[in-house]
Each structure stands twice: as structure tokens, then as C-alpha cells.
């Protein structure tokens, strides 16, 4: 078995700086990679078990009925490299169909990534994993000293670049770009566009999965920063915004408040808003530009029940 655990702490420094800087803006906002402490992981996860949440569900299957004609369009590939890896359950499923000479996986959630790497590199001894606990928005660079020479192939399945504006979009996937190398490839996927109610009650789920992921932030808050947030005062507010094409989720305060985090206090209005994320949307041309403005062709695409896989060269 070839595996190795390599840990970027710079992440972890972020983010009292990161909700510092959130809190103090207007209108408050903390970035969505913070969601994903081990509750959070967990609280997902069951996200996408739900009815109302086909995303999952949905590049899943398609990924698994289209598989031999995707890998028949990737062709050879010595690396493949998943940022965002979370179980690395995706990355397995291109095993199957791709047998590159070494898998690298990347997440920011260290200890979780570390387990399920093991586990892959125990089930496919001639596999050398890789696995780098880092913030890959920021460190992404620092990865390109443990690729092996080949040919690159960056997997960044389940609708994640949706969590960036197109900008910061465009900028990740020029990142992916430089990373991938002269000959590399990107296979990614994407949600589409679609009936804003079905949208709706994707982020509003009736068994309250995502309402609790949401307000889960203001519980991560409490145990790592000591703040004093106090969750039954926030509404988990989700909804399809179809200018911007984005779904916004929200913590409300549901009442006049100061918070204390680290020794600061800060005042909510009732009904002031706490912006958590952004889920971008997007029709498949939209989607192209996005990559060609990061200097990626488009080679083939697949879709199937309202979302996209697209490869890229
Ligand atoms: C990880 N990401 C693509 C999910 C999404 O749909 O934007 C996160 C999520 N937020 C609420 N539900 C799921």
C-alpha cells in the first residue's frame, strides 16, 4: 500500500480572521468552506440523502450509467486530483473506469479525508494516494510538489464550483489550469438551471437537514471560537435568486442582538442577515465561458435530469 498524509495547518488559522472580517462587513457574511467541520460533514451528508436534494443523487447516476463513455473521452491518465475530496467516494468511482499511477486528494476537512484516503489506498495496492489536508482556494500551488509526472486529470465533481462567484469561479478554475499542466484535463460537474421551486425545496428540505447544516456554523462558532451565538435566534432563510441565478442561504436574526466572538461584540438588527452561501446555477453555455475565461476548451459533455458533466482540455 502507498499512502501519505500531508497536513497545510495555515487553513485553521483563517478562520477567526475570516469571521472577524465576515462579522464586521455589511451585510454580514462567512465564507461556506466553513460549514464542513466534522458535524458539518456529517449534517451534508444526510443532505444529500434527502428527497428534495437530487443534486447527489442525480451525478451519481449519471456518472455511473456514462462512465465508459467518459473515460473512453479522457483517455489515459497517470494522476487524477480531486480538491474537495470530502469521503473520496468519487474519486473511487473513477477508479474503476480510469487506473491512473497515483490519486491525490485534497480537503480541507484533514482528519475525515486522511480516514477515507487510507481506506482507498488498502483497496488498490498499485495506487500510490496522496492526501493533502489544505485549503486548496489558497494553497492550491503547494500541491503541484507531490504530483508525479503524466498526465493530469482534475475531478471536481457535485456542483461545488457553484459555491464561488463566477469571478472567483473563473479564477479557481485557472488554478486547476496551472495545476493540471500542458497536457491536463478537467472533468467537472455542475448544476443547471432549473424550475426555481424544485430549487427551492432543495435548500428547504422538510426534515429541516439543511436548516440544522446551516445553523450548525453558529454551533462550529461556539465550540472553536468560544463565541456566544445562540442558534434558536437565527432562521435558516434559503432561496432561488434568478437574477444572479444563485440560490442564497441566510441566517436571520430573529431578534435585536450582540454576539460576542473573541472578545468583540456584534450587534444584529432584528431581521439583519448573515450571508452563508451562494449555490450558483448555471446553463451549460454559461458554464463554457466560465472555463474559457480560465483557458480550458470544452472536449464533451453529458447530462442527464438537470445537471451537467462537462470535460475540459
Ligand atoms: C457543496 N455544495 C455544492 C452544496 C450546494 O448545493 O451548494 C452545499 C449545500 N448547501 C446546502 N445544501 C447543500
Redesign the pocket.
Known sequence: MSFQFLDFPSARDDLLTDVLGGLAACPKRIPPKYFYDEPGCRL?SA?CEQPE?A?TRTERALMASRLPGIAAAIGEVDCIIEPGAGDCGKARVLLQALHPVQLVVIDIAGSALAAAAELLARAHPGLAVTALAMDFVRDLEAASAHLQPGRRLVYYP???I??FSPDEAVALLTRFHRLAGPAGQLLIGFDLKKDPQQLHRA?NDAAGI?AA?NLNLLERLNRELGADFDPVRFRHYAFYNPLAGR?E?HLVSLAAQTVKVANQRFHFDLGETLHT?N?YKFRRDEFNEIAANAGWHRVNEWEQDGFAVQLFA
Request: proline share 0%; charged share 5%; glycine share 12%.
Open positions: 451534508f443532505i436534494y443534486l457535485g456542483s461545488s457553484g459555491n435548500y439543511t447544516f440560490i442561504m452561501e449555490s
